[in-house]
């Protein structure tokens, strides 16, 4: 009979931590997690005090269509069909491994293959230049479930919110995201904003919730509180959401620098619908972690 006290010993899960931006993720190999639910390790490793610490999980698995699965789970638990920060890190820690560097990284992710591109090694990490996917513009591909059919593409909506309506712009870029536009970062409380929008009845789902200011045609400023994490310092699906909401919106071009508290990343909604992400990805630690 095997011994209770053995049985109770905590695993040993190798991992790295990354950050794109300041977004940060742990990151699994699928084998190395086997038994334990994804969900469960993510809100207990994503824990900042009892914890490693991190925004969310990735786990990384074999595939017969692509250089590795892709999977993300949220520092609450729930899972993420999409991160665009999380792919980039994902690439790094997939590179920084390999014999030799690969100009090509594929990853299959629920919402199908995506492909990286390795650009460079500097100072600030590794960058890549990924395709993010191509917006969705109908309400049920959100998913987005106003009383009232909203026309699209969904802009200037108005979304009641407490005491007040605040006009939105709604689409899903591999996963749900509602965009707001914001004049001045001190007048605005975004961080209770986005927590309100985050679980609005109207997004069965929740959403994402990106705050952008304008700062020109090729340029505007952003903020974030994301579905399943809260505030987070950057995101790399609502960076590309932020600037396909502000291209329609008439207020920036199709190729638009996204600055975020910790630098910067390049965003380009290409002519063929395919929204492009370059930016830089760090790892920053790798260890053990013990989960009992």
Sequence with gaps: MADSREASQPRSLPFAKAHALGNDFLLFEEASIKGI????????????????????IVVLGPSKDADATFRIYNSDGSEASLSGNALRCAATWMLSRAAKIAERIRLETRVGLRDLYFVTRDANGWV??????????????????????AAEPIQNFALPVGDVTVPVTVLNIGNQQCIVFVEEWERSNWQALGADIERHPYFPDRTNVGFVRILGEDCLEAR?????????????????????????????????TVRVKRGEAKVCWREDGMVELTGPAEIVAEGNYLCT
């Design 37 to 56: 639910p994804p969900g469960e390790l993510a809100v207990r490793a994503c824990d900042r005090h009892s914890g490693v610490g991190a925004d969310g």
């Design 224 to 256: 974030f509180w994301e579905r399943g994490a809260g505030h987070t310092l950057a995101s790399g699906t609502g960076s590309c959401a932020c600037v396909v909401a502000a291209h329609l919106a008439g207020r920036t071009g199709r190729r638009v």
């Design 128 to 149: 890549f230049r990924a395709e993010v996917g191509r917006p969705l513009f109908h309400a049920a591909d959100v998913p987005f479930t106003p009383p009232q059919p």
